[in-house]
């Protein structure tokens, strides 16, 4: 564990590194949630480190995991228990939803664009995609699952 936070919304500091870390959250009232996020190559740290130390400084950088980061902010929004309504939950899974697939496209608009036969990069995408349908399946389960009324 590298943080608890004991009120939302909340903010914990985490290192840098290449591996991914999962964040998993509860509350009263709420069932447990759970979100895995992976680190991205930070650009600017790259080409920072390039600079300064060359090959072996980005190597070195890299083995650190000073070279990575992880999106930010980060939210893992709880499913209540049991919501008062159809619309109450309709509502919440809505915004989920929309969620999920504002940050599916924002993944996919910061990596840059394929070069011809750049099947690495093809692939790299079509995962990135399969990560947003997975997600929105995971939620359209949840919804229908949900508990509603008294």
């Known amino acids: 564990m590298v943080a608890r936070i004991p009120a939302t919304p909340g903010i914990a500091s985490v290192p840098r590194s290449s591996n991914p870390i999962v964040i998993a959250c509860e509350a009263p009232s709420h069932l447990p949630g759970r979100l895995d996020v992976a680190s991205r190559q930070d650009g600017a740290m790259l080409a ?24 930010t902010p980060v939210n893992v929004p709880l499913q209540p228990q ?29 990596r840059p664009a394929c070069g011809a036969g750049d099947t690495g990069c093809e692939n790299r995408r079509a995962a990135d995609r399969a990560l947003t349908e997975a997600r929105l399946a995971d939620l359209r389960t949840q919804r229908a699952s949900a508990a509603v009324g008294p």
């Open 48 to 71: 920072a480190y390039a600079l300064s130390g060359g090959l072996v400084g980005v190597m070195a950088a890299g083995a650190r995991g000073d070279i990575y980061r992880y999106p």
């Open 82 to 110: 049991r919501f008062a309504d159809a619309a109450a939950r309709d509502a919440f899974f809505d915004a989920r939803e929309a969620e999920a697939t504002a940050f599916g496209e924002a993944v996919l608009a910061a």
